[in-house]
């Protein structure tokens, strides 16, 4: 379920559902004898300039549908103002971290990136601190994800179309 909070006053939709912010999937697969690979790309346009999306589920499914029984899945953000990140699926957990992201990187009017016309310093910053993808392992055709561990796209300069890769690779 879906829910806004404001941090550093703005607001950011948290546990934003994908289905509702997905705007175009592409897949691509490729085979050689016992390997395999499954390329998605995830396009994305979020109600909100910031917003949480829990991607486990349909990377989980992405896997199933490569075939791989072991491997990994790469889970990337395509754009500078987003990341991708591994932690629990947690109201507050969520919370505390947008908060600590707004005090090591505050929306503020200042920043020399500004002076090329834009305003999202901030969400560039953000993204750095989170990093824009993660590798997570697949065993016995599933993806090898710790207790609580789910896996996410934050964004951080949202409200247009930005894309998400999503590389399975393995053996059958």
């Known amino acids: 379920m879906s829910y806004r909070i404001v941090s550093d006053n703005r607001p950011v939709e948290l546990d934003a559902p994908l289905t509702e912010n997905l705007v175009k999937e592409e897949i691509r697969r490729y085979e050689n004898g016992p390997y395999r690979a499954l390329t998605l790309y995830l396009w994305f346009q979020t109600r909100e300039r910031r ?28 754009h500078i103002t987003a990341a991708v990140y591994v932690n629990d699926h ?11 992201l707004d005090r090591l990187a505050p929306f503020r009017p200042d920043y020399r990136h500004h002076r090329t016309g ?20 697949v065993t016995n055709g599933d993806l090898d994800l710790g207790p609580w561990q789910e896996i996410f796209y934050a ?17 059958v």
Not at 118 to 137: C, F, Q, R, T, Y
Not at 155 to 171: A, I, P, S, Y
């Open 51 to 78: 917003a949480i999306i829990r991607l486990t589920d349909r990377v989980r499914e992405a896997v199933r549908e490569s075939g791989i029984r072991e491997g990994f899945a790469l889970v990337s953000a395509m």
């Open 155 to 171: 964004e951080f300069d949202g409200q247009r179309r930005k894309r998400v890769l999503v590389k399975v690779v393995g053996v």
């Open 118 to 137: 834009e305003d999202n310093a901030d969400a560039h910053l953000k993204s750095m601190l989170l990093h824009h993808e993660v590798i997570v392992p």
């Open 90 to 100: 947690e109201e507050g957990i969520m919370q505390d971290m947008m908060e600590l």
